[in-house]
């Protein structure tokens, strides 16, 4: 495919380029040289784009993790009239990256690089695109005006769990900030996103009792209890799959349920003591996680008296991983309108994936998720995003400068 006319408006070309446009694509350059993997600091993105806006006379308010090696960033662009609280858009992005560790890049993975009508880099499409474009406008926000304020909140370790935007959004909420809206820039192909499943993960423990292998009738085989909880999940996922309930506005439209890891026994001639798996259920908003946890432990306990009975020590344990909850915005709240007024269509989607949205959604901020790029070309190796979702993401932000600026 050939890059569309408007994708110049993302290319280096100062002879092409207006200034303000030519700032989006120095801002995806300049964010993406950072390597913010998740395990590593994200400071120095931080203090540059803290900079950044200090430049244009924007203070930023960090919030740290717990040994101060990473930092969420809060800035308000306030409107006209002084409002610094109510009534404000939210642009948020995570500044987190996955690992490049043993994928095959044809390309610097942190240099936004153009091939094509493709950029490629980690974290040009999930997502620091979205987030290099709303910083770009912030000139052009405050040389118009606003009408209502504007937000900035950048992200910490949202790749392992959505971590650090609790922090913020409780930041948020202790200082009586009442936005209107949150946009989350995750890579929905520029589509308007108002739901997304919930998420839990669990680690299941299955203790049993050692022996050799030629005296099972002596031991608590561990591997074969975990795999008989396996199977009871894979049943469970089966009955979603073929009798739902479902929501057809999803891409995976009913609540699935799977199992990533297992590991158990140390030799084939000892009956195995310790086997773990850990699964995860991804469930839509009316399928509660508690309750098919509750089935599955009810399962489990089934197999308790027969282990006890050789060795009274043994157990299952089931241990929480990780919590996201699901949101659903139902496309009817005031950034609903906004989001579909900014990318002109009165479409709204669904998405199997988890976001910060449903956090900040369950802080009593209506978000929608909409950025460039598409999910499967996240976490890949040669990461890109296609110059003209960068050139629809320009045109949402400038949709929404409209709306928002005074001028
Ligand atoms: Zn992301």
């Known amino acids: 495919m050939n890059a569309p006319a408007s994708a110049s408006t993302v290319r280096p070309d100062?002879?092409?380029?207006?200034?303000?446009?030519?700032?989006?694509?120095?801002?995806?350059?300049?964010?993406?040289?950072?390597?913010?993997?998740?395990?590593?600091?994200?400071?120095?993105?931080?203090?540059?784009?803290?900079?950044?806006?200090?430049?244009?006379?924007?203070?930023?308010?960090?919030?740290f993790n717990d040994d101060q090696r990473k930092a969420n960033l809060f800035a308000t662009l306030p409107a006209q009239d002084g409002n610094a609280t109510d009534r404000g858009i939210v642009l948020s992005g995570h500044t987190d990256v996955v690992p490049v560790d043993g994928q095959p890049w044809d390309t610097d993975p942190f240099r936004a690089t153009i091939i094509g009508d493709r950029v490629h880099g980690r974290g040009v499409t999930d997502m620091k695109s979205f987030s290099a474009t709303g910083l770009a406008f912030v000139p052009e926000f405050l040389r118009r005006g606003l009408r209502r304020p504007v937000h900035f909140a950048l992200s910490y370790d949202e790749e392992v769990g959505c971590i650090g935007v609790r922090r913020l959004i409780e930041d948020i909420v202790r200082r009586g900030l009442k936005p209107t809206g949150c946009i989350v820039g995750e890579p929905t192909g520029m589509q308007l996103v108002v739901a997304h499943k919930g998420k839990k993960g669990y680690r299941c423990l299955v203790r049993g009792h050692e022996a050799h292998s030629s005296l099972t009738p002596l031991g608590v085989n561990a591997v074969q209890i975990a795999c008989e909880i396996v199977t009871f999940l894979t049943g469970m996922a089966r009955a979603f799959r073929d009798g739902g309930a479902y929501d057809d506005a999803y891409d995976v439209p009913y609540t699935t349920v799977h199992?990533?890891?297992?590991?158990?026994?140390?030799?084939?001639?000892?009956?195995?003591?310790?086997?773990?798996?850990?699964?995860?259920?991804?469930?839509?908003?009316?399928?509660?996680?508690?309750?098919?946890?509750?089935?599955?432990?009810?399962?489990?306990?089934?197999?308790?008296?027969?282990?006890?009975?050789?060795?009274?020590?043994?157990?299952?344990?089931?241990?929480?991983?990780?919590?996201?909850?699901?949101?659903?915005?139902?496309?009817?709240?005031?950034?609903?309108?906004?989001?579909?007024?900014?990318?002109?269509?009165?479409?709204?989607?669904?998405?199997?994936?988890?976001?910060?949205?449903?956090?900040?959604?369950n802080a009593a901020i209506p978000t929608i998720i909409c950025g460039p790029g598409h999910i499967a070309q996240a976490h890949q190796p040669n990461e890109w995003v296609a110059l003209d979702q960068l050139a629809a993401c320009e045109a949402f932000m400038r949709r929404l400068a409209d709306r928002v600026c005074a001028a």
């Open 259 to 361: 199992t990533g890891v297992i590991r158990g026994g140390t030799a084939l001639n000892i009956v195995p003591r310790d086997c773990w798996f850990d699964f995860e259920f991804r469930h839509l908003p009316f399928d509660d996680p508690d309750l098919l946890l509750a089935r599955v432990k009810e399962h489990a306990a089934r197999f308790l008296p027969e282990m006890r009975a050789v060795a009274p020590d043994t157990f299952i344990e089931f241990d929480a991983l990780s919590t996201l909850p699901g949101f659903d915005t139902h496309g009817d709240s005031e950034i609903a309108d906004i989001g579909r007024a900014c990318n002109g269509t009165h479409d709204c989607g669904k998405v199997s994936f988890g976001t910060e949205a449903s956090l900040f959604h």
């Open 14 to 63: 100062p002879s092409a380029s207006p200034a303000r446009q030519l700032l989006a694509w120095d801002l995806i350059h300049k964010l993406v040289s950072f390597d913010t993997t998740s395990r590593d600091s994200n400071l120095a993105l931080i203090d540059w784009v803290r900079g950044y806006l200090r430049g244009h006379g924007v203070e930023s308010t960090l919030t």
